[in-house]
Every structure is written in structure tokens, then in C-alpha cells.
T-cell receptor, first 114, second 110 residues
Framework: GAVVSQHPSRVICKSGTSVKIECRSLDFQATTMFWYRQFPKKSLMLMATSNEGSKATYEQGVEKDKFLINHASLTLSTLTVTSAHPEDSSFYIC??????????FGPGTRLTVT | EDKVVQSPLSLVVHEGDTVTLNCSYE??????LLWYKQEKKAPTFLFMLTSSGIEKKSGRLSSILDKKELFSILNITATQTGDSAVYLCAVEGNTGKLIFGQGTTLQVKP
């Protein structure tokens, strides 16, 4: 089966700092990667769609200058939360797709901004 | 606007009970409907449905799609405590993006 990893699994940072989260597809090439955010007891909210070698497409209401996404290769996408604030604390999950009908989810990253 | 609505939002049952979870949707250019189970971490895939009326089964779980009435159900028979989780329904439209419902939190008591 397809495996997607995320790193780190948990991060605590101070307000004003930036945090980078990596999403890797370990055994397949992902043409598209998706970044989701999940609040406590809420569903997954799609933040952006990332295609290798091109700019990410952000969902309405998601600040692209705050949540920087880079899809540098077919196996790696990164999400950088810039100038993090406590309200950015959340569970961030990536998924990777190798064809248009399947998405494989990473284990998620718990971000806490103090 | 595309949307996915799940019901109930939460459910408490006892081991051995059968549960039915509902998912209704309005999506432009429907491609597929997916069910996921989420415990502590990321969702794990259960089913993908693309055709009406064809039941998909995996052990005690089964699911079916009605594309005319725009809904799907997920059935779990003979529930066990290990079935306790959030069950997410997601629909894929023509853009390839998944639109998730709010989820149904299922608690199975011993």
C-alpha cells in the first residue's frame, strides 16, 4: 500500500516564529499533494492543492503568504506556517495522490503555538 | 456551493448493536464518494463508491451509494469497542479535491 509520512509529528513553537512541516510519499510518486487543517472535533478543511513544479492552489480564505507551500519534487511537499500565532495551533494533515481517484493521508502534525 | 452533510454528528451504542451512518451531498460533477475512519491520527480509507446501488463490503462494514438521491450510508454490524472513531464522508468533484463532511463520532460501549 501507499505510504505517506509527515515530519514532525508534533511541534511546539513560540508566537512569531515559522514552522515547516514536511510531507513525503515514501513508495510512490505523488503528482498532487493536498494540505488539510483540522480543528478539535471538526472535520478536515482543505487548505491548498499542490502540484509538483507549480504554484499551489489555495482555498478561499486561506492566506497564501502565511501558509507557504512548496512541492519541490514528486515525493516531497512542505507547508511553512510563517509568523505563527496561537490561532494557528491545529492538526495539519497532508495527503498524496498518484492518480486522480486515491488520496493517501499522512499521520498528521500537531502544531501548538505558545 | 459544494457541501457534504453527515448525520448523526454523534452516536453512542453498545457492543453488538448495528449502526447506520448517513452522508448526503451536493457536489458539482460528482466523481466519487469516500468513507474514512479517523481515530487518533489521520483518516484511514474504508470505501470508495462511484456507482449507485452497488454495495461495498469489508467484514462488518458495508456501504452503498444512491446517486439519484445524493446520499450514501455506512453500516456497521455487530459493533465492537474498536469501532469507536470518527467516521468521515468525503466527496470528490471534478477538480479532484475532497470535500469532507463534519464527521460522525461513534462511541461503542462494552
Amino acid at each position: 500500500g501507499a505510504v505517506v509520512s509527515q515530519h514532525p509529528s508534533r511541534v511546539i513553537c513560540k508566537s512569531g516564529t515559522s514552522v515547516k512541516i514536511e510531507c513525503r510519499s515514501l513508495d510512490f510518486q505523488a503528482t498532487t499533494m493536498f494540505w488539510y487543517r483540522q480543528f478539535p472535533k471538526k472535520s478536515l478543511m482543505l487548505m491548498a492543492t499542490s502540484n509538483e513544479g507549480s504554484k499551489a492552489t489555495y482555498e478561499q480564505g486561506v492566506e497564501k503568504d502565511k501558509f507557504l507551500i512548496n512541492h519541490a519534487s514528486l515525493t516531497l511537499s512542505t507547508l511553512t506556517v510563517t509568523s505563527a500565532h496561537p490561532e494557528d495551533s491545529s492538526f495539519y494533515i497532508c495527503s498524496a495522490s498518484r492518480d486522480r481517484y486515491e488520496q493517501y493521508f499522512g499521520p498528521g502534525t500537531r502544531l501548538t503555538v505558545t | 456551493e459544494d457541501k457534504v452533510v453527515q448525520s448523526p454528528l454523534s452516536l453512542v451504542v453498545h457492543e453488538g448493536d448495528t449502526v447506520t451512518l448517513n452522508c448526503s451531498y451536493e457536489v458539482t460533477n460528482f466523481r466519487s464518494l469516500l468513507w474514512y475512519k479517523q481515530e487518533k491520527k489521520a483518516p484511514t480509507f474504508l470505501f470508495m463508491l462511484t456507482s449507485s446501488g452497488i454495495e461495498k463490503k469489508s467484514g462488518r462494514l458495508s456501504s452503498i451509494l444512491d446517486k439519484k438521491e445524493l446520499f450514501s450510508i455506512l453500516n456497521i454490524t455487530a459493533t465492537q469497542t474498536g469501532d469507536s472513531a470518527v467516521y468521515l464522508c468525503a466527496v470528490e468533484g471534478n477538480t479532484g479535491k475532497l470535500i469532507f463532511g463534519q464527521g460522525t463520532t461513534l462511541q461503542v460501549k462494552p
